[in-house]
């Protein structure tokens, strides 16, 4: 058995309390709408979740991953789509804090720390799935900006995020050996859209969106890790994730 430490027991009691009380009564109208609801965001900025990964000097408790699961499970108790809602915030901070630059951490978590700002995790294509290591969206580097196009698509957030931890092939060999990691702002990306948000069966209150991006320019400090190191991140990030 699993020995927790009483912070995690703390932390584990206070979201299920909030989950019960607060998210419960929210969860069935998220669902019936298909989209999540904009009352629950607020509640896990509220109460300081979004932010739960982040180093102590950012508002954060760097919470590890057996925290996380243990907030996941008892949001999951009453919403799965809140779970699923809170979840890629903590696994793009975590990615970040292990693999980006200091610069890109300082701006990342800076804004993160506002306490309300989602993140995305962004590997699948239309056409590559399990066959992650052939992703065809490209950034070409000029200048100071990768020129970034194509499409995602299952984007958990993608319509909702702040930051999306963005998967492409910047070419530096073949398959695995040719991706990158790009951390890429919504609200300063030109060239970048919101497509389709699937219509799911389920976890309805949860957006999986498209993200288009057709000549969009993310700047090279942006870059997480080293060009073409993006496999290593995505196995690494993704086997915590699991
Ligand atoms: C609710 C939800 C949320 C998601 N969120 C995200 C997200 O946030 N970010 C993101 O990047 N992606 C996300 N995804 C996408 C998810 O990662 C993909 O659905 C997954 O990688 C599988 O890809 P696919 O759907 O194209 O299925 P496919 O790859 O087409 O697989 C279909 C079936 O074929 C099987 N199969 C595939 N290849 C082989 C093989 N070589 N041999 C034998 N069997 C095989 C698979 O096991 C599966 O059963 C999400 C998906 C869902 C449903």
Request: hydrophobic share 40%.
């Amino acid at each position: 058995m699993m020995d927790f430490t009483d912070e995690q027991r703390m932390i584990q009691e206070m979201v299920g309390k909030l989950s019960r009380e607060k998210i419960a009564p929210l969860a069935k109208e998220a669902d019936v709408s298909g989209r999540p609801s904009p009352e629950i965001l607020r509640i896990l900025a509220e109460n300081d979740l979004f932010k739960m990964a982040l180093p102590e000097e950012y508002g954060g408790i760097k919470a590890d991953y057996t925290t996380i699961a243990l907030v996941v499970e008892e949001m999951a108790k009453v919403d799965a789509s809140t779970s699923m809602t809170f979840f890629p915030t903590q696994a793009v901070i975590k990615i970040l804090d292990r693999w980006g630059s200091e610069r890109l951490k300082r701006h990342f978590f800076s804004k993160m720390s506002e306490g309300d700002k989602v993140c995305a995790f962004s590997m699948t294509e239309p056409n590559y799935g399990s066959n992650a290591s052939s992703i065809q969206t490209s950034a070409i580097l000029e200048g100071g900006y990768f020129r970034v196009n194509g499409t995602k698509c299952f984007v958990t957030n993608g319509g909702i995020a702040h930051f999306i931890l963005l998967f492409v092939r910047t070419g530096e060999g073949e398959k695995e050996k040719g991706i990158s990691a790009l951390l890429v702002e919504s609200g300063n990306t030109p060239g970048l859209s919101v497509g389709k948000q699937e219509d799911k069966l389920g976890l309805r209150g949860s957006d999986l969106s498209e993200l288009i991006f057709e000549d969009a320019r993310v700047p090279k400090e942006n870059l997480i890790g080293r060009a073409g190191g993006g496999w290593d991140i995505f196995l690494d990030g993704g086997s915590d994730m699991r």
